[in-house]
């Protein structure tokens, strides 16, 4: 019996998966863990548990995790709000925003991040490969900002507000770091996020996304670029003829 295209290795390969090989039949290996990388700017330093505000941080850094919907290569990820609370339930006010990946200039500065206007924000510095079009996973915090609340504290909860439904600039991942100064760096926190709200809540058990308005709405993640994808279709096709 023909083995099935899906289990053939040179199918794998093109793929980039591993091959496995045992007593059976060929299959895909997904056990290695995702890579971490630091976002521009912050050295690995003592690299210690998962990222979770509530344990207590100064520094909270926010990185897109996937690509944006829109079909230029370069292009900026737009965030227009993001407001922290304490383990009080109070708001966090004395806040500074800064980026170690760029902005795209005059008006669209990390500060507009946090002015309390949703009508203003931050936009990234139109990195190539940000966009799905053309999407590399080495671009997992290729834009990011950085939000110092000037001492260590608790946070209990995270609002985060991109431009809403169909926006292009908007991602449907992100990684939160936290660290306590520009060397010390944790294992970032991964969550999915609203193209336009996404209330986040905190405590010592972790992180958890309470709501999104409007509802989760993938975009792209895969680390498999255009290019790539065309050489895998023609090797779809003309695999079996080239090998047989």
Known sequence: MAQPILRRPWFLAALGLPIVRGDGELFLSSTSPEPV??????????????????????????????????????????LHEIQLWDERGERITDLTASTATGDGGSGYTPDLAIDGNSATFFAGDHDIGMSCHCWESSKKDAQSITIDMGSTKKVSKIMLLQGGAGNEWAVSKIRIHCSSGSSLQNYPLPLDISFG?????????????????????????????????????SMILLGPALLS
Not at 57 to 65: A, I, K, P, S
């Open 197 to 233: 709200q996404t209330d986040i809540e905190c405590n010592a058990g972790g992180c958890v996304v309470a709501g999104m308005d409007p509802a989760y709405y993938h975009t792209c993640d895969s680390a498999i670029s255009i290019a790539s994808s065309l050489y895998l279709i």
């Open 37 to 78: 990388l630091a976002p521009a700017g912050i050295g690995p330093g003592n690299v210690t548990v998962d990222c979770n505000p509530y344990d207590g941080t100064r520094y909270l850094t926010f990185g897109n995790g996937n690509g944006i919907t829109s079909g230029e290569c370069k292009a900026s990820w737009d």
